[in-house]
């Protein structure tokens, strides 16, 4: 007991006659200035998580791909970050009809007459058509995925971009518009719920098939 007081005792003095030093006042000033520079580190990181990214970040470059979000009427989040869809600890939930009214997606499925849940292995493929008689809404997640969305805005014919593998998309096909969606993660799995408004029969009088050659 007695010891370590002593020792408390010695170890102020030895801070008190540090601080007299000349050197003190830089000394702190400099660890002053350390604290700003971790804090505001640490304050940028954090908020460049938890901001949606900007178009440019979403775009991958690497794999030929610019367009914006807007022109593949599609909405993401992240999951690292509060959002619409991560309410509390459990994970995410959500209502793609609601959601894509919500985000000002136009011309997506009113209700989900019928519903397709489906996987991607890495390097898989689906879609690549055109439905004639149903409006689609889509909930993309689990890997890193490209979507396609036919727009004759844009010179190609198309649009697209990737969903990263901690993001979950939500994405409308008007009828008529042809979409694929290709899993270009070298791992994990795509899954996706497709949304129809109408219980049309898959046929080819009702849709295109194979509407790209390049994928
Ligand atoms: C699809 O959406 C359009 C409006 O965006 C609507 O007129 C049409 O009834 C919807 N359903 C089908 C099956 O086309
Ligand atoms: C419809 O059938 C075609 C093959 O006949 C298939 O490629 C396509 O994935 C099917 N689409 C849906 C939404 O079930
Ligand atoms: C395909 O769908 C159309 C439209 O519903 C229907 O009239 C036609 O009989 C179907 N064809 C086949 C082969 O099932």
């Known amino acids: 007991m007695v010891n370590t007081r002593r020792i408390v005792i010695e170890n102020q003095r030895i801070l008190i006659n540090l601080l007299k030093k000349p050197l003190a006042f830089p000394l702190l000033l400099g660890f002053f200035v ?3 520079w971790i804090s505001l580190r640490l304050q940028h990181s954090s908020s460049s998580s938890s901001h949606p ?8 470059p690497d794999l030929g791909i610019l367009d914006g979000d807007d022109k593949v009427n599609l909405v993401r989040f992240s999951l690292a970050s509060l959002s619409p ?13 609601v ?6 997606l136009k011309g997506g499925a009113a209700s989900c007459l019928s519903i397709h849940v489906g996987e ?5 493929l689906r879609g690549n058509h055109r439905h004639h ?8 997640w689990g890997a890193k995925t490209k979507f396609r969305l036919e727009n004759h805005k844009v010179e190609k014919g198309y649009a697209e971009v990737v969903i990263g593998e901690d993001e979950v998309a939500v994405a409308v ?19 996706f719920i497709g949304c129809q408004d109408s219980n049309m029969p898959n ?12 994928l």
């Open 34 to 36: 350390f604290l700003t």
């Open 53 to 60: 990214k900007s178009a440019q970040e979403r775009s991958n």
């Open 133 to 140: 008689t149903c409006n689609e809404t889509f909930v993309i």
């Open 173 to 191: 096909s008007p009828s008529g518009t042809a979409h694929a969606l290709v899993n270009v993660d070298p791992v994990r799995s795509t899954f």
């Open 203 to 214: 046929n080819s009088s009702t849709s295109d098939y194979k509407v790209w050659k390049d």
């Open 120 to 124: 991607i292995r890495p390097g898989g």
């Open 99 to 104: 959601l894509a009214r919500d985000s000002r």
């Open 85 to 97: 869809v991560r309410k509390d600890d459990r994970g995410w939930l959500l209502d793609p009809v």
